[in-house]
Nanobody, 128 residues
């Protein structure tokens, strides 16, 4: 069964760092572009970062550029989101998802409509 599982969330102080992981089972991640999204209660799910199949192309939301880095280790079937200089406004549930098509790319900030097979999410809380 195709499945994505996020991990690595937690409570961190402003200015701190976390690394999220998105592990795949039931399929090979290297067939797909992968994206991270986040959501706070009462708001739309927001695209945060995207990485192409090879890892050569990445895209980020303006709100996280220069602070977050998406990467992938296809040998481990895992995609990561390194989050530095965290701010209280980064507090959200973070989800990973795969592009619905093996031919999908990361042409810009990821859109929910282009991704499927969502994980269960991992909570990130930035607070002093």
């Amino acid at each position: 069964q195709l499945r994505l599982v996020e991990s690595g969330g937690g409570l961190v102080q402003p200015g701190g760092s976390l690394r999220l992981a998105c592990a795949a089972s039931g399929f090979s991640l290297d067939y797909y572009a992968i994206a991270w999204f986040r959501q706070v209660p009462g708001k739309e799910r927001e695209g945060v970062a995207c990485i192409s199949r090879s890892g050569a192309t990445t895209n980020y939301a303006n709100s996280v550029k220069g602070r977050f880095t998406i990467s992938r280790d296809n040998a481990k079937n895992t995609v990561y989101l390194q989050m530095n200089s965290l701010k209280p406004e980064d507090t959200a549930v973070y989800y990973c998802a795969k592009h619905y098509s093996r031919f999908g790319t990361c042409g810009g900030t990821p859109s929910q409509a282009d991704f499927d097979s969502w994980g269960q999410g991992t909570q990130v809380t930035v607070s002093s």
